[in-house]
């Protein structure tokens, strides 16, 4: 038997790392209250900040800094510029007036703190940043469905920024919008070690809200009640996203979309450990507000009680049924997902399991899963899914088939199974196993006979490049993007046969392979260890 085999091509080629380039901000400190603001727990300091925000700004930038105070700082909305950092001292809180007192403008509430077409901003310090959301939350729950036709007007954001060049928000507690509380679309931005609350009842307060390009989230603790974060890339164009070391309880989970009209390019979550969320990974778009989603990871991810913790889906906020829907032109609008991997995700105590849906014009395309354990109550959820690649996936679930731990499926072309798809009362099912014809599913419901369908090896792209005689390089990466072994030498044949010809010391699994000959990649492809 072969140790090496092609499995599909895959845009997850390099390891995705943000390096943000952070604020020059001065160091010139300027306290508020030498500006007449009071932390009496009444006064609206808006002005106050203002006048303390524009006395730096005439210095060249600065420090607008909080001291520690034992009432909090009550503001009104009010607006940053360049070179400012806001810090809120350990023992100060910055909050927001209730609703009685925000002022309406222009019949909406407009954002709290305001960033617009400036560079080099930041927020620090260890105090706390509170929206007053209890006093907003009652009156738009009650009155929840009635927002969308206009009777309320729309909530603040907490943060709102737009077109900002530089940002660096680290180390305080950001809690209690009113609605979201990071809604930001800039370039180069870092949100490290910040803890961002809200009560999971109440609706809307997505935590962060990322739009734009070049952004690193890390080490940050999040719970509210809707997303934990949404890449925004309905906003403005998103690419080169990194998320790690973040602690999620409740809320939404980590999530793309759902608007991804101007399209996401290359993002890496590693590291997240997940507690009690509705939602873990998830991809959500559909045909009104979809775009181009590709080249993007998951990677050490641990989920406990999250209901549905891995979701791709093209009919969000829809209806319609994946699996009786017919298919559509194709537009602008249309969602597209491809190149995503799922590698070393654990999930217990979950309600629903993996919930891939694609639209039957534009099927999911390229997804690989490799070393999977899942316990969920049901099963696999497939539609309109193209070369799907599973490696190493454990599954449990009490209502699903168990020789395939489907629950309904439909239009799923599979990239062959490299190790069997095991479930819990099936230590080693055969039917899980790749067959030696290619096979389509168009079955609607797997039904507790029906085998897995998978296909026999694709076409290696690379099959007819003539290397014979050829120096060529071989470098192996994991499908997360890290460099784990490369050789070269001269070689003959195709690229699986040079690979199997060849004794590599990596241990079996799925790997990202790329050809370099006469010191050009001339190839990459994702293949498989036996």
Not at 178 to 195: G, R, W, Y
Not at 304 to 328: G, K, L, W
Not at 451 to 469: H, N
Request: glycine share 8%; aromatic share 8%; proline share 4%.
């Amino acid at each position: 038997m072969k140790a090496w085999d092609f499995l599909l091509c895959s845009g997850l080629l390099a390891q995705v790392n943000a390096n943000p380039t952070l604020p020059q901000i001065p160091t010139t400190v300027f306290k508020v209250t030498q500006y007449g603001a009071v932390a009496d727990g009444s006064t609206d300091n808006a002005v106050a900040i203002q006048k303390t925000i524009a006395a730096a700004t005439a210095a060249g930038g600065g420090t607008v800094e909080f001291p520690a105070a034992s009432k909090v700082y009550l503001s009104g909305p009010f607006t940053l510029a360049s070179r400012i950092r806001l810090q809120v001292d350990a023992g100060a809180e910055l909050q927001a007036l209730p609703l009685s007192q925000y002022p309406l403008n222009g019949g909406g509430y407009g954002s709290w703190i305001i960033a617009k077409g400036d560079s080099d901003v930041e927020l620090s310090g260890k105090g706390i940043i509170d929206g007053n959301g209890y006093t907003w939350w009652p009156t738009y729950d009650t009155s929840y469905q009635t927002i969308s036709s206009g009777s309320l007007p729309h909530r603040p954001y907490l943060v709102s920024m737009n077109q900002v060049e530089r940002l660096h928000i680290h180390e305080l507690t950001i809690q209690n919008s009113p609605c979201f509380h990071l809604a930001i679309t800039a370039n180069n931005v870092t949100i490290d070690s910040v803890l961002i609350q809200a009560p999971d009842t109440a609706k809307n307060t997505d935590a962060i809200d990322p739009a734009g390009i070049n952004w690193l989230i890390t080490e940050d603790s999040i719970s509210v009640g809707d997303d934990d974060i949404a890449v925004k890339a309905g906003a403005a164009p998103c690419k080169n996203y990194v998320i790690t070391h973040l602690r999620i309880g409740k809320g939404h989970g980590i999530s793309v979309g759902g608007q991804t009209s101007y399209g996401l390019d290359s993002m890496r979550v590693d590291s997240c450990r997940f507690n009690g969320a509705q939602n873990g990974l998830r991809l959500k778009a559909n045909r009104t507000n979809g775009g181009l989603t590709q080249h993007v990871s998951y990677s050490n991810i641990t989920m406990v009680n999250v209901t549905h913790p891995i979701i791709i889906t093209s009919y969000y906020s829809q209806s319609t049924s994946a699996f009786t829907d017919t298919a559509q032109a194709i537009v602008a609008t249309t969602p597209i997902w491809k190149d995503i991997t799922f590698d070393n995700i654990t999930s217990t105590g979950t309600g629903n399991s993996i919930e891939f849906l694609g639209v039957p014009e534009m099927p999911l395309d390229s997804i690989i899963l490799n070393n999977v354990t899942l316990t969920a109550k049901y099963g696999y959820m497939l539609a309109h899914v193209h070369h799907l690649a599973m490696n190493q996936v454990t599954y449990n679930a009490s209502t699903a088939n168990t020789t395939t731990n489907i629950k309904q499926q439909v239009d799923v072309t599979w990239m062959t199974y490299v190790a069997p798809v095991s479930s819990s009362s099936v230590a080693s099912s055969s039917s899980a196993k790749a067959s030696s014809s290619s096979v389509t599913s168009s079955s609607s419901k797997a039904s507790s006979s029906s085998a897995v369908t998978t296909s026999i090896l694709a076409s290696d792209p690379l099959e007819s490049f003539a290397l014979q005689g050829k120096a060529a390089e071989f470098l192996l990466y994991t499908t997360t993007g890290t460099l784990v072994h490369s050789t070269s030498g001269m070689i003959q044949g195709t690229i699986r046969e040079a690979l199997n010809s060849k004794d590599l010391q990596v241990p079996p699994g799925l790997y990202v392979v790329r050809v370099k000959v006469e010191n050009r990649i001339v190839g990459s492809s994702v293949y498989c260890k036996k």
